[in-house]
């Protein structure tokens, strides 16, 4: 699939996933579009950890309670590390997007689903359970998880905004 069918194509999944595993040669791809990402003066602050283990796969359902979640064959979980690389700034934040959009097009492109879980983990102490789950390092946070698999039903990207209520040349709201 091409780079412009697979944006197209992208879209947040929730439903259930078939009982088909997904071979660590595919999850591998998708890390690595993650790793091949822009990130804040090439510091490289994100990180990942694949979890495709069925009993630790439950474990992160019992913290991160979703279908899609559950019935997960794989969960990506993209690891940040806020420390400033550039005058006191840190883009721990914006690396993690930007692989994270990279990791749901390889997704897409390959045939898989998914949808990216950032907020539903960073309250009632989620991301902290995933932390001690994942065996993170102290100076380490779970910012997202991307559950991932074949899935059941087949569903079409929301519908967008046209372009020209987006986007426009030379100032916002469009030339005179």
């Given at each position: 699939m091409d780079l412009?069918?697979?944006?197209?194509?992208?879209?947040?999944?929730?439903?259930?996933?078939?009982?088909?595993?997904?071979?660590r040669?595919?999850?591998?791809?998708?890390?690595?579009?993650?790793?091949?990402?822009?990130?804040?003066?090439?510091e490289q602050t994100t990180a990942f950890v694949i979890v495709d283990d069925e009993s630790r796969l439950r474990d992160l359902a019992g913290i991160v309670k979703k279908p899609v979640?559950?019935?997960?064959?794989?969960?990506?979980?993209?690891?940040?590390?806020?420390?400033?690389v550039y005058k006191g700034i840190?883009?721990?934040v914006e690396?993690?997007?930007?692989?994270?959009e990279n990791m749901l097009l390889a997704i897409t492109a390959l045939g898989y689903a998914s949808v990216w879980i950032d907020g539903n983990?960073?309250?009632d102490g989620k991301a902290e359970k995933l932390k001690r789950l994942l065996r993170l390092p102290d100076n380490r946070e779970v910012r997202v998880i991307l559950p991932l698999g074949v899935p059941v039903e087949s569903c079409a990207q929301k519908e967008k905004k046209p372009f020209e209520e987006r986007a426009w040349?030379?100032?916002?709201?469009?030339?005179e």
């Open positions: 412009f069918t697979a944006i197209e194509k992208r879209h947040s999944y929730r439903g259930d996933f078939r009982d088909i595993p997904i071979p040669k595919d999850l591998e791809r998708i890390v690595d579009a993650g790793i091949r990402a822009p990130s804040g003066r090439n979640v559950s019935s997960a064959k794989a969960v990506i979980a993209c690891i940040v590390e806020h420390r400033p840190s883009f721990a690396d993690c997007a930007a692989a994270t983990i960073r309250v040349y030379n100032e916002y709201g469009g030339e």
